[in-house]
């Protein structure tokens, strides 16, 4: 219903904008993505006629939104921006009531069922009770709830937001996004909506589109758009992202890309067992400390695999959620062998990854000293039916040391040279 | 199924409004008409309009209903005028501009005016025609000074506000500096120039001054009252009054336009009367919301009657008091205690 065909739109000589297409259906909730200055805005309001675009169209069911006058336009798309300052203390339901102003004659007052329709988007919106306090004296959250009324009163069809959970806590974002959507189904919108927040792009939206430098980089469905390698595109920016168990949305989780303070230098080798994250503080502490540090099994994707890439850490790497093959079974213990302490973390062990245990056997072995991390207790994380438990007794009884959690581990490491 | 939801009867609260205002300002005219150094008493002042309007002969206090209908009606209706002419055209401003500080002087019509007027003065064409000379001129420079504003605010066909603020301060400015070298040269004429720009209602005193100035500003005004819905809109700002359906730009135009106009006919029969256009509104805005659909009309009949009074002060304070002087001296307070407040 709504389409840009290739629009280029800019403010000055340079566009904001190059080439951009999208389309809008009924019924469907699209999010707009991408860093600050990618031009979101901007699409918006080439979408709404505010902007006219140099090049391409923005059609409205086949009609080129620039030859509408304002007001057929306004009947059949309304805007809530990001801000909304608004100046003179209007009532809430004055406010609301503007909304209707489209559908007004030129010098006529509003009509019994422009009051009725006003008083009903009110409702829907929870701004009822706010009808009669003056705009101005409202909270954010309450004012964008009340923009939203305002421009659901246009009676649209097609509904652009701005951005509309900026300033906005973390319940007031559900609850405008919950509402948002749900009316998307109910009346059959066409509704685009900004959000800075990829996690809740991800989970309200059908179909995304990120933007980047003024320009599509990717659109489709929530799984295919937030990606790590989209993101590291468009943002510049290393995360992670995981399907969310049980909505089967992406989540983003950020890295950080501080590097890490280095105090002093230490000729200890370390070399770190672990997996599932039990890794990330030990690699932090241990670089921080200046131990050259070596990872052993860890599967890509898996937070130690991201961390120890991320520190740019020696690591013997498995395919994602595999388990460990007999080629990084064989470097795994090459690179143990060839420290001179072994640390093993509290991994939870199944089948797959029980060579991380006899890695360390091995390196007992030859005389390596290693410092085993029984936290949580072994027991709560034999997944293998008792022989993750087997084997830590053997490395225990061929003289491992056990520590009972990270810090006892760090205090031993503090007096190695 | 939600109840029927409470109407408010926008219709009833401005004819209410309005009928209601109107009628203070009717009798407010009356009052002030026969208050002066000749007391003109309500009962003759009944039976005058009586007799006018039934056609019949002058009764027996013919000279006082002369004093009342050529000497304080026309003055007073005036007064009314202007008042209405620079209190819209203010709100109107205030609402466009989303300026609280705007008033109808901003738009650097006074500032032509008072050039065109100070220059007729200087140059003794003022006094053609009975006056209608210099209020003519006045008014042509007041305009002309308006489309050099516009022209420079205005760039790649829009308008944007805040260079229409500075175009019309700085060409105001301008004008002023030009005044000032008028006045330098003067002589003589000095005083009389700055009676003029001090705002007062006593030198046009005749009914067909009083009625072409009507003219110009009640269509004005009306013009103005037909931007009041989207005046409204303009309030959640440009960009949201777009989308709400409203050409911006012709908008801004027409707004800038009638009340450049209006204000120019104020100017050029009464000189700078100075803030009524500035403060009226906002008491209007206080009193009845800011809805400019009341707003505007509510403006003119208070800063109709406001002038009135004001004016009828000044008469009380000597012949030659300017009623700007006045104005001023109680819209500064005021406005102290507005800027105070926010």
Not at chain 1, 42 to 67: E, F, N, Y
Not at chain 1, 99 to 124: K, S, T, V
Not at chain 2, 115 to 140: P, Q, Y
């Amino acid at each position: 219903m709504l389409e840009a065909l290739a629009i280029t739109v800019g403010y000055t000589e340079t566009p904001v904008l190059r080439d951009v297409s999208l389309s809008a259906a009924r019924g469907q909730f699209i999010g707009l993505v991408g860093p600050n200055g990618s031009g979101k805005s901007t699409l918006l309001r080439a979408l709404s006629r505010v902007l006219a675009p140099s090049r391409g169209q923005v059609l409205l069911d086949g009609v080129d939104v620039c030859r509408m006058p304002a007001r057929d336009l306004a009947r059949r798309l309304a805007v809530v921006a990001q801000d909304n300052p608004v100046h003179f203390d209007f009532a809430v339901r004055d406010v609301v009531l503007m909304g209707r102003a489209p559908h007004l004659p030129r010098f006529g007052l509003e009509r019994p069922q422009d009051y009725a329709i006003a008083e009903q988007c009110m409702e829907l919106t929870s701004t009822a009770l706010l009808a009669d306090r003056p705009i101005t004296a409202l909270s954010g959250g309450e004012r964008q709830r009340c923009m939203i009324a305002r421009a659901l009163a246009q009676e649209p069809e097609v509904l652009l937001l701005d951005e509309p959970t900026a300033h906005l806590d973390i319940a007031h974002q559900i609850e405008i996004l919950d509402l948002t959507r749900k009316l998307t189904a109910s009346r059959g919108l066409a509704t685009l909506v900004v959000l800075h927040d990829l996690n809740l792009a991800g989970q309200y939206c059908d179909h995304l589109v990120l933007l980047a430098e003024g320009r599509v980089i990717a659109t489709g469905r929530p799984q295919e758009v937030v990606t790590e390698t989209h993101i590291r595109e468009a943002y510049g920016a290393e995360v992670q992202v995981r399907l969310h168990p049980t909505t089967g949305r992406p989540y983003v989780t950020l890295l950080s890309r501080m590097p890490i303070s280095v105090v002093g230098k230490r000729s200890t080798r370390i070399h770190l067992i672990c997996g599932a994250g039990t890794g990330v503080e030990l690699m932090h502490q241990l670089t921080h400390l200046g131990f050259a540090v070596s990872v052993g099994v860890v599967n890509v994707a898996d937070s130690d695999q991201v961390e120890a890439e991320a520190l740019g850490l020696t690591r013997v790497e498995e395919a994602p959620f595999s388990p460990i093959g007999d080629e990084s079974h064989r470097r795994n213990c090459d690179l143990a062998r060839a420290a001179e302490v072994v640390i093993v973390t509290g991994i939870p062990f199944g089948r797959g990854n029980l060579q991380n245990l006899e890695a360390a056997i091995r390196a007992r072995g030859v005389g390596r000293r290693v410092l085993l991390i029984d936290d949580p207790p072994i027991a709560g994380r034999d997944f293998a039916e008792g022989e993750a438990i087997a084997r830590q007794r053997q490395i225990v009884n061929a003289g491992a040391e056990v520590c009972h959690d990270t810090a006892e581990v760090m205090r031993i490491a503090e007096e190695l040279p | 199924m939600t109840p029927a939801p409470p109407r408010r009867a926008l219709l009833a609260r401005l004819v209410g409004l309005t009928s209601g205002l109107s009628a203070f300002l009717l009798v407010t005219i009356l009052l002030a008409a026969g208050i002066g150094a000749e007391p003109v008493p309500l009962a003759v002042i009944a039976d005058s309009v009586r007799r006018a309007l039934g056609h019949l002969p002058p009764g027996p206090q013919a000279h006082l209903a002369t004093i009342f209908w050529q000497l304080r009606l026309p003055r007073v209706a005036l007064g009314a005028i202007v008042g209405m002419a620079l209190s819209v055209a203010g709100g109107s401003l205030q609402g466009l501009l989303m300026n609280p500080l705007a008033d109808p002087y901003l738009v650097g019509v006074s500032a032509g005016a008072a050039l065109g007027a100070s220059a007729a003065l200087l140059f003794h064409v003022g006094d053609l025609g009975g006056g209608i000379a210099k209020c003519l001129i006045a008014f042509l420079t007041g305009a002309g000074t308006m489309v050099i504003v516009l022209w420079l605010a205005r760039s790649r066909r829009r308008i944007s506000r805040d260079a229409f603020i500075l175009a019309g301060v700085v060409v105001g400015s301008f004008m002023w500096a030009l005044v000032t070298m008028v006045m330098s040269f003067a002589g003589t004429d000095l005083q009389v120039i700055v009676h003029w720009l001090m705002g007062n209602l006593s030198s046009e005193v005749n009914w067909s001054v009083v009625a072409v100035t009507a003219a110009v500003s009640l269509a004005g005004c009306v013009a103005l009252y037909s931007y009041a819905r989207d005046l409204n809109l303009l309030a959640l700002g440009e960009e949201q009054a777009r989308q709400l359906g409203v050409e911006t730009e012709s908008l801004k135009l027409g707004v800038i336009l009638c009340s450049a106009l209006v204000t120019a006919a104020a100017v050029s029969v009464s000189g700078i009367i100075g803030f009524v256009g500035l403060v009226v509104p906002h008491i209007a805005r206080k009193l009845f919301g800011p809805d400019h659909r009341v707003l505007l009309p509510a403006s003119g009949l208070l800063g109709a009657a406001f002038l009135v009074w004001a004016d009828t002060l000044a008469r009380g304070l000597g012949e030659y008091f300017p009623v700007g002087v006045l104005t001023s001296l109680l819209g500064a307070p005021f406005f102290f205690y507005l800027l105070k407040r926010r």
